[in-house]
């Protein structure tokens, strides 16, 4: 499933590795999942405890078994305190909830219904504009994200776009005119989209997860950034609502 893949997964299919059982993992709150089986019932919880370019690590305080759900390998990993460590499961689908957030290909068309061609991201705040033809004709810095839209511009005309997923327009302004210049036909998150620029140096201006523990080095939670302004902190199995931090 490749690099970059593990940004914005919420749901993986799994089967084991003698194919007898399947289930499923899901994604419950920012840093929550369960596994379930084949009609959905909850086998275990899990706290999200990190994520990487190809990995999602959960980890189950009752029983200290940490799961890796290696998206590059196609793989979930076992782990525990008895140094136990195998493949669990296969993967065989993983699913990204598509919004502001995790977009990163949108297809368009003009006003009259015809396919004017689509955005696609190319780095981590870099954007082009493909026409039908799947040439380049614009690229575009990314200024800002929120739940339902993308916030872009080119400054070699001083134009700014807003790819508005909720009212599926994108919307055209420079310094005397705003308008609707194209409607989004479809819009997709998968990571083959996205050619990645390495990652920044972690600073405390792109940095958006912090583990925290006890004075005796105990690990006992994690504040996480969950939008533009917004933050959760979650201690244990416990989604605490998330709120704005300064």
Excluded: C
Excluded at 49 to 71: C, Q
Excluded at 76 to 102: C, H, M, P, Q
Excluded at 147 to 161: A, I, K, T
Aim: charged content about 20%; aromatic content about 12%; proline content about 4%.
């Amino acid at each position: 499933m490749g690099p970059w893949a593990v940004a914005h997964w919420e749901l993986v299919d799994f089967r084991s590795t003698d194919g007898k059982a399947s289930g499923h993992l899901r994604k419950t709150g920012p840093f929550t999942w369960v596994e379930t089986d084949q009609a959905n019932q909850v086998r275990f919880y899990f706290s999200e405890i990190k994520r990487h370019n190809d990995a999602v690590y959960l980890f189950d305080p009752s029983r200290y078994v940490t799961l890796e759900i290696n998206l590059n390998a196609d793989k979930i990993i076992y782990s525990d305190t008895a140094a136990n460590r195998f493949e669990l499961y296969s993967v065989t689908k993983a699913y990204a909830r598509i919004n502001g957030w995790t977009i990163n290909r949108v297809g368009v068309r003009i006003v009259a219904g015809i396919p004017a061609g689509e955005y696609r991201q190319t780095g981590e705040t870099t954007w082009v504009e493909l026409n039908a033809s799947q040439q380049v004709i614009f690229r575009f810095n990314e200024t800002q994200r929120e739940e339902s839209s993308v916030y872009l511009h080119d400054p070699s005309r001083n134009v700014s776009l807003q790819v508005d997923l909720g009212s599926e327009k994108v919307i055209y302004s420079e310094a005397t005119r705003r308008f609707d210049l194209y409607s989004v036909e479809r819009g997709s998150s998968d990571p083959a989209n996205v050619i990645v620029t390495p990652s920044l140096p972690v600073k405390s201006r792109n940095v958006n997860t912090v583990a925290f523990g006890a004075l005796n080095g105990q690990p006992q939670g994690y504040y996480r950034q969950t939008g533009s302004s917004t933050w959760a902190e979650v201690r244990g199995l416990v989604d605490l609502p998330a709120g704005s931090f300064s």
